[in-house]
């Protein structure tokens, strides 16, 4: 079986077929190479790409799989899959609107179908999705607390019954994703906040230096300076960081 590409090149690495081992210790062998490549992460994108490999490397027999996050109201935020037809299949549930990965996020519950072709539940998509070369799927919601935040799905390209030993696999796989998940969406997160924060100062800061530069170069107030700068953003529709810059540029390029 090939390598994932997330795991080219890193010594040691045996990919084994996990059908062919317990399952104890298949989900040991999925939560210790998505541990070692996620830790190493940054990015809520790296992290998915990463935990499409490993659930494709849990299972010899998938088409492929994806991982989508969905915001409260129902639109996708990101997604990552493994193939472009496993990009297809879940474009097409977005955009008609039912699909087993919407079904699974909205009701918290692992959703199977042996053959999506027949599937009475996703009429419109089952067929799409078949015309593509998908036939069955499982997919599993991944949870923080009461919360479902998004789904991850696994595609056959035959029609295929899951058993239950599969869809525990899947939940627990699908329960330590979760985790990844949301502890890259909190990094990701808070180091938007600390750069938002440091624009934030970086404004303040410079709009301070140029109110000083009015108030020596006008004789005037701190109140009037600001009020110059205002005014001035006002009557040439732009922005008050962008006066300030412009005051501190003019200054900068007299002293030179």
């Known amino acids: ?14 990919v084994i077929p996990l059908s062919e081992v317990p399952l104890t210790d298949e989900l ?13 992460e940054e ?16 299972l010899d027999d ?6 989508s996050l969905m915001e409260v109201d129902g639109r ?22 039912q699909g087993p990965c919407l079904t699974a996020w909205a009701s918290g519950l692992a959703v199977d179908s042996e053959d999506i072709r027949t599937d009475p539940r996703w009429s419109q998509w089952g067929q799409s999705a078949a015309d593509l070369g998908v036939r069955s799927c499982v ?3 991944l949870l923080s607390g009461d919360l479902a935040f998004g789904a991850i799905k696994i595609y056959w390209d035959a029609p295929k019954a899951a058993s239950p030993r599969l869809i525990g696999l899947l939940k627990t796989f699908a329960a330590q994703a979760a985790i990844f998940l949301a502890n890259a969406l909190a990094r990701e997160r808070v180091l938007a906040l600390s750069d938002q924060l440091k624009s934030s100062l970086e404004q303040r800061d410079q709009i301070a230096t140029a109110k000083g530069i009015i108030m ?4 005037v107030g701190e109140r009037e300076a600001v009020t110059h ?13 962008e006066v300030a810059r412009e005051v501190i540029g003019d200054v900068s390029g007299s002293a030179d």
């Not at 990015?43 to 849990?58: G, K």
């Open 1 to 14: 079986m090939p390598r994932s590409p997330a795991m080219a090149g890193m010594p040691g690495i045996v």
């Open 28 to 40: 040991a062998m999925v939560f210790a190479r998505a541990s070692n490549m996620l830790l190493t």
């Open 43 to 58: 990015t809520v994108s790296d992290a998915l790409a990463l935990i499409t490999d490993a659930a494709v490397l849990a």
């Open 62 to 67: 998938a088409l492929g799989a994806g991982v």
């Open 76 to 97: 996708r935020s990101s997604a990552a899959s493994t193939s472009s037809i496993v990009a297809a299949a879940d474009a097409l549930q977005y955009d008609l609107g």
């Open 139 to 141: 997919s599993v919601p």
């Open 216 to 219: 020596a170069t006008l004789g």
């Open 229 to 241: 700068l205002i005014v001035r953003s006002s009557n040439e529709k732009r922005p008050l960081r």
